[in-house]
């Protein structure tokens, strides 16, 4: 779960740096604004692990590898930087890698849903993956076993594809990565 930091008002970048520097907590940080991540469910983390595996064996050997949160993405360009950590993140530009971090775009980006992160990861998240250039942004709902893929055509997000619990989840960009979400929404009890 993310919540905004309060009594904040917006802080430059280094600022957070210092913040984060100085804290045991996740954060992030998007449009000047400090979010928390408190520690996600059990559902959650069941749902990330399960398509996490999913993804591993799919770009086990290829070029293109995925990383789970906690992992941090830095969007940046002349005028503005971000620092966020997708749920799952797909990464097939190499250059982007130091020591810390991954800044640049990555291919695909997942936000799995927690009530508390809900409006944050369809509109402020959105908007940050759009006007970035993520190709794929997949929003996975726990609750509603469901996954909305959204795909970038021409700078912006066509309406999703949305797949319930007994489909098999399809990506645009990898044609023959599919999932069966019967394999992803099980509760392993």
Request: with cysteine; charged share 25%.
């Amino acid at each position: 779960m993310i919540k905004l930091l309060p009594k904040l008002t917006k802080v430059t970048y280094e600022e957070f740096l210092e913040m984060d520097n100085s804290s045991e907590d996740r954060l992030e940080y998007i449009n000047g604004e400090v979010h928390l991540q408190s520690a996600p469910s059990v559902e959650h983390q069941r749902v990330v692990t399960n398509l996490s595996t999913e993804f591993g064996i799919y770009f086990k050997n290829k070029e293109c590898k995925h990383f789970v949160a906690p992992f941090d993405v830095v969007f940046q360009n002349e005028t503005e930087k971000h620092r966020v950590q997708p749920d799952i993140t797909v990464i097939c530009d190499k250059s982007g890698f130091n020591e810390n971090n991954y800044t640049g775009v990555p291919t695909i980006a997942v936000e799995v849903l927690s009530p508390s992160t809900t409006s944050k990861d369809y509109v402020i998240k959105m908007d940050l993956y759009m006007r970035f250039g993520v190709k794929e942004y997949w929003i996975v709902s726990p609750k509603n076993k469901s996954v909305e893929i959204f795909t970038l055509e021409n700078g912006i997000y066509l309406e999703p594809v949305v797949y319930s619990k007994d489909d098999t989840v399809k990506s645009s960009i990898f044609t023959d990565l599919s999932i069966q979400l019967k394999d992803i929404f099980i509760n392993g009890e």
